[in-house]
């Protein structure tokens, strides 16, 4: 029986992210919230509309995600320059601990996923990836070096 694409996208996803939360059982993270730890990360100091984005998560995701973040002091909402329309999101002291730790369980599941590849298939992969999410997502997905 030859797997499908999709039947091996679904397989590998459900893998990776039932690993990379076995890594951070400890933390009692709930469904999204490694992802926007990651994505903070690099965009600290962000609007809620672009960690959707970022994300790929419904803003009404986003919403209920932060608020948990915000009630365990991992992130706080704040206006900058007076602007009351948009609240920009940081992470607090914890969450930037927590973000690490984030970061470091997805590098270790990644090191693992890719551990018998080499260094031209690891680059083959990520930008065929990359070009299959361009094809899904058109130019909401960030095109670089496809």
């Known amino acids: ?6 039947y091996l996208l679904l397989l590998n996803h459900s893998i990776y992210q039932k690993k990379i939360y076995e890594e951070l059982e400890e933390l009692k993270l709930s469904v999204g919230q490694p992802k926007i730890f990651d994505f903070l990360k690099d965009h600290n100091g962000c609007i809620q509309k672009e960690i959707a984005v970022g994300c790929q998560i419904e803003p009404a995701s ?3 995600i932060l608020l948990t973040m915000e009630k365990k002091g991992f ?3 704040r206006s900058i320059n007076d602007n009351r ?3 920009y999101v940081f992470l607090t002291e914890e ?3 927590i973000a690490d730790l984030v970061r470091e369980a997805m590098i270790r599941v990644e090191e693992k996923v890719l551990e018998d590849f080499t260094e031209e298939e690891k680059k083959i992969l990520i930008n065929l990836l990359k ?3 361009y094809n899904l997502l058109g130019d909401t997905f960030i095109k670089e070096e496809i």
């Open 131 to 133: 070009k299959a999410n």
């Open 75 to 77: 992130i706080e909402r």
């Open 1 to 6: 029986m030859e797997l499908s694409y999709h």
């Open 95 to 97: 969450g930037k601990k």
């Open 85 to 87: 329309r948009s609240h």
């Open 62 to 64: 986003v919403t209920s």
